[in-house]
């Protein structure tokens, strides 16, 4: 994020300027100077991180659990039914964590020296290995992604009765993320180019939003699987409207658009270190900006909004946000092996694409020539009426044999604690959901792996079309 001075950040700029409700500063960083006052709160981590964190913080389940509970089938959460598994081989997991001996190492020696709390030397050193990583001011880590945007968003200066434009293809983090601020999202729908946010339409909706004089107080973007979403058309809209842009990179750590690193474009941008991720601490999150005043409130705000004086002073409503240092020290570990992770996935891609390629009715997530994706998950349209079975028939016949496989996010305006949301036009993610499947894309998938998907996706029992079209 160097290029403050361009006219992208014009919005930035002028939101920067506007008089705000609390202290621009990045004092409050709360340094860990008092081992000994964190006891309580320590055990408290110390028990989050044994009986939660590790073992379950993340969407996927690890290899190493017990049988019972690594046979639970996860397709179970999208409705279908429980499958019993028939092969003995391995169970193959949509996105499971990949840690080592390197991230077991630096967990036992934070533990060891009694950094047991959420402050702590991993902390702070993760957060400047994750901004000088991806070349930006600050990093300030956090107890997951949904807590950064929750952050970035206020800081932004979202506030109650609001509205923020937001994708309806994404999870439903973000969009969550505005309603904890009694805020409203605005959905719009997805470019079939890139299957991100449709600039035109933000184009289309910032205009109309401008003649209402209602216009909305933050732009959402999603880097969606792992590809980022077209900045240089999006920034020029908010800087036009002098809206600040928030980027939700969850997804995409490791991915680049024209060169620059996903999660640095906008005011602020959040990265998702969950269990599902592309590198994980088992749960976490993280909020990067190039700008002293986001860091500074934000930073603030996770820690209960606590002044830096003596006593325990608050003049706002803070949170309980920050990454303990103990999970900051796994992050470490995996942030040096970011790069091989995307090369790992980009392998996984890159083989069922090639091996997928002669299959009728398959259409892969295209990739925009402006960037890098991380490759994080590979998804791909499936047409029933040309390949003889549906999306779901796939999830099903993978599932039988030990594979998870999951649909495309189901759009937000679809969602039934969104349906009173605006939506603008919704064709495209509404196809994207109907006809979209993910395939296990973890960076630990073995070439043994990657063939046993291929091959249970060509063996899908496929229909033969009757007269009229149908399978
Ligand atoms: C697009 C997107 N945004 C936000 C999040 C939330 O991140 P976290 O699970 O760390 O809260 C996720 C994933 O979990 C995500 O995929």
Known sequence: ?????????????AFLSRPTDAE???RYREIGGAKSGFVVQALAELFKVVTIALPIACDAVPRSLPNDLAARPSASTYGFKRHQVTSMEDHIYLSPPHVG??????LLKAFDSNWVAPAGP???AFEREVAALLNVRHAVALASGTAALHLALQVAGVR?????????????????AVTYLGARPVFLDSSTDTWNLDPLLVAEEL???????????????????????????LLELCARYGIPLVEDAAEALGASYRGRAAGTFGLAGVLSFNGNKIITTGGGGMLVTDHDYVAGQARYLATQARDPVTHYEHRMVGYNYRLSNLLAA?????????????????????????SLADLPGIEFMPLANYGLPNYWLTCLLIDPLVLGASRDDIIH????????ARPTWKPMHLQPVFLECAMSGGAVCENLFRRGLCLPSGSNLTDHDRERVVDAVRSVPRRARTASGEC
């Open 1 to 13: 994020m160097s290029s403050a001075g361009t006219s992208h950040w014009a919005g930035h700029r």
């Open 24 to 26: 621009p500063d990045s």
């Open 101 to 106: 001996d390197v991230e077991r190492k630096l």
């Open 122 to 124: 991993d902390l702070e």
């Open 160 to 176: 109650a009765g609001d509205n923020v434009l937001v994708p309806s293809f994404t999870f439903v983090a973000t969009a969550n």
């Open 207 to 233: 205009d109309r939003s401008a003649r209402d004089g209602r216009l909305p107080k933050c732009v959402v973007a999603v880097d969606l699987y792992g590809q980022c979403a077209d900045y240089d058309p």
């Open 330 to 354: 796994i992050g470490r570990g995996q942030i040096l092996m970011l790069g091989e992770r995307v090369k790992a996935r980009q392998k996984t891609a890159r083989y069922y694409r090639e």
């Open 397 to 404: 016949h993978l599932a039988e044999r030990g594979i998870e």
